[in-house]
């Protein structure tokens, strides 16, 4: 079902926040404060505002690390990481007497050690009795979406890729970053209370996080006194430690019901009751290219502009304002300036019905979204103008009948009354409306500034089978100073020698000349493994240099360390490539055309009702790769792809037995950050097969899969696969499919972490 995951951490998140007992609806809840840290405030933001917090009876919630007074007749619950600087928070609040009593819940297991710690601080200072309870969580990752998560990585940590793939990395700091990651999947699935069958590629940091979350799985299950896995009851294990002076105990009990009569009966669907989910840990050195992609989707726009983080973005309002030519550079400056006009929005309101609908839909889906939105409210007051007249007199009072005059009163009474239950919800659409209107010209502008859809363009055609003429050539797009940013220009020069082909002979001295030969063929190529099939790049080392220096020409302070990265990735032996025709009727390449056109209006964009700009939708090698393991087909491709499955006895994957039937439900997990190009595309695909489904039983049985374990496979490592979701093949039940990455980084930070790479080499 979809959403089971945020379902299921907002249930723990309220059963903690209850003091872990049962709610009685018949009292109001019992006030308390509310302690945590930066990941349990991370965690929370997302889920429960303000207001559900005084709900819930918290009237005051601060960081463990700030200054607090002593509020002696009030208890504290405690939501924080086991760390050190916490534990020794937490013991400090015991000797100062902070507070009446203390529930203790830590994200992740916290170890012996620090429990001792905590027990002998309690004992030392004769608070046993105030130590109310101390339970164990599992919910370190953040529900950003009800099918998107992600793991909170400690503040002013690098990024995952980097710091799993960075010169200096030693074995140590490899293994606590899987650690990590473990830590936070095996959360996940502590709070379904089920156990997954694990599917990864070999030889990398996915096959290492899969392995051990298999070993760590296994342990969990041997354990007796673990009931992770059993419906209806707590996390963890119970330890008492007595005083003997006082007579006190301080019992850690994680083995407790949680509080919530059946949590499960909630989300069983037919679907999940007698399957499990598959779970398919992917690494990100497979796809390089997806995470640069200028994707004009509103979401993945947002994202790539503004930033979102935790689901809130700040905006510089000054960029919703049409310039001139010469303020354009001072508009860029004030964008970075933390002291310009800027507004921060949330976005993830329930009332908002344009986010909830259009997040992942084509911009201009979401202008004729707002231009529909404008005309209700306009509707609507149009109505209350009639309502109000009618109210003040317009109608002669004295010539009706008593009958008619009650009549009257009551029609006017009874619209007033529902115009007034209405209003509060309509003053909240009237605040999304200007949100997503001051967002969306703020894009239309950018995108007319940065000239974003001519990249998005060349990217879609860039590797097509048959290169199409476009407004913007290769090479205009990245030696003219006038249009796109620096990064721009880096992302698409990254995405071009990403590609490859299998062609006979390279030419590499025609570095100014023709890039793309026309009609290439395809090689079959197997994301970091190659199957006997010559593969080319499309962009010859002297060619990528020939761009490096035409960049650096024209901006002498760009660093092109990013480049630098890329070219030495090319050189691993066994690393993946883009296939020619990686963006291969990607949303259309017609369309890209058409707004190029509409784009030149700037603003007009929100008001001239554009329709389908996208057109043929393709999929990235994720989605593909989701595709045929869901199927659980066997081919070529995914032979090496390491299988475990925890509840079995033998933990070897070869000739264990297996799962045959496909899969209706999937977590995809990507190690070293995802994208919320690949978060939509793999939506996209669930929706086309949930639409095969309702469809005729003569749809073509041509699959997904085939298109990517046949010969006729048309991506690599970064590609789109130009197949439309005509070649979905049907299923009996929908799918749905989770996706979760240990951070999400948005293509300058992706960038970023190239350069920082390219710099150690």
Known sequence: MAGAVKIRQIEALKCMLNLNSTPNSSDGPQWKILIYDQLGRDIISPLLTVKDLRMLGVTLHLMINSPREQIPDVPAVYFVYPSKDNILSICKDFEAGR????YLNFISPISREYLEEIAQTALSENCVHQISKVFDQYTNFICLEDDLLTLSAPVDSPS???ALNRAKATETDIENIVRLIVDGLFSVFATLGSVPIIRCPCGNASEMVASQLDSKFRDSLRDSRNSLFVNNTARGYSITLNDESSGDRLEFNSSSPLGFKNRNSQINSPSNLFQRPLLIILDRSLDLASPLHHELSYQSLIHDIFNIRLNRIRVNLDLAKPKSDDEKSKVSESSKNSNSKSTEYDLTGSCDRIWRDFRGAAFSDVAEAIHEEV???????????ELKSSLGGSTDVDILTASSTMTFLDDNTT???????????????????????NIATCLANIIKDRQIH??????????????????????????????GTPEDKLRLLIIAALAGTSRTSTNSSNTG????????????????????????FYLSDAEVDHFKTVLQNCYPNLDISPVNYVQHFRRIPKSGQLSDNVMEN?????????????????SAILLTGMRHLIGQKSYLPFTRIVSQLMENKSGPEFEDYRYFDPKVYRRQDTNMPRVKQPFDEAFVFVVGGGSYVEYQNLLDWVKSTSSTTSGSSNTSSTSLTNSVSGTNSRSGPGGHDSSNSSILSPTLYSKHVTYGCSDLVSPCEFLTELGKLGKEL
């Not at 507070?99 to 203390?102: E, H, K, N, P, T």
């Not at 005309?375 to 103008?385: A, H, I, P, W």
């Not at 199409?468 to 100073?481: A, C």
């Not at 990607?586 to 700037?602: D, E, F, M």
Request: glycine share 4%.
């Open 375 to 385: 005309t209700v409210l306009k509707d609507y007051d149009r109505r209350m103008s």
């Open 454 to 483: 001519s990249f998005a363009e060349e990217e879609d055609h860039l590797f097509a089978k048959n290169n199409p003429s476009t407004e913007h050539s290769f090479n205009e797009l990245i030696s003219n100073p006038s249009i």
């Open 586 to 602: 990607i949303k259309g390449a017609g369309s890209r055309s058409v707004l190029n056109k509409l784009v030149s209006h700037g």
């Open 160 to 162: 995952t890729f980097y």
């Open 513 to 536: 000349s023709t890039i793309i030969s026309s009609g290439s063929s395809t090689a079959l190529n197997n994301f970091n493994s190659y199957t006997g099939v010559s593969v080319d």
């Open 99 to 102: 507070y009446d009593s203390y």
């Open 415 to 437: 619209k007033l009354t529902n115009a007034i239950n209405s209003l509060p919800q309509l003053m909240e659409r009237k605040r999304c409306l200007d949100m997503h209107t």
